[in-house]
């Protein structure tokens, strides 16, 4: 497994933009396909968007295609969730997660970052 790290939360306008990022430790980071999931208040936690290990497949939420962008360094072990366009219903905790490929479910994830659109 590998520990995962969010940052870049924060408040934002309806309309305006965010960048999370989300720092991996370990030498396999190479090995992993990423994700990001985010959680509203009063909700499940929903799939938001996934990367594959080599970064030339990636997959999103029907919510949020087109805004949302999935990216990842290999170099600095980090993956990124490029976010624009912000609605309020954006509004949740987004966590990062990682697993093997060869893996059904994401199995390490990230403590969380807050991301609050006021509208």
């Known amino acids: 497994q590998v520990q995962l790290d969010e940052s870049g939360g924060g408040l934002v306008q309806a309309g305006g933009s965010l960048r999370l990022s989300c720092a991996a430790s370990?030498?396999?980071?190479?090995?992993?396909?990423m994700a990001w999931f985010r959680q509203a208040p009063g909700k499940e936690r929903e799939f938001v968007t996934a990367i594959s290990r080599s970064g030339g497949g990636t997959i999103y939420a029907d919510s949020v295609k087109g805004r949302f962008t999935i990216s990842r360094d290999s170099a600095q072990n980090t993956v990124y969730l490029q976010m624009t366009s912000l609605k309020p219903e954006d509004t949740a905790v987004y966590y990062c997660?990682?697993?093997?490929?060869?893996?059904?479910?994401?199995?390490?994830w990230g403590q969380g970052t807050r991301v609050t659109v006021s509208s």
């Open positions: 370990g030498r396999t980071f190479g090995s992993y396909a």
């Open positions: 997660a990682s697993k093997a490929e060869y893996k059904n479910q994401f199995d390490s």
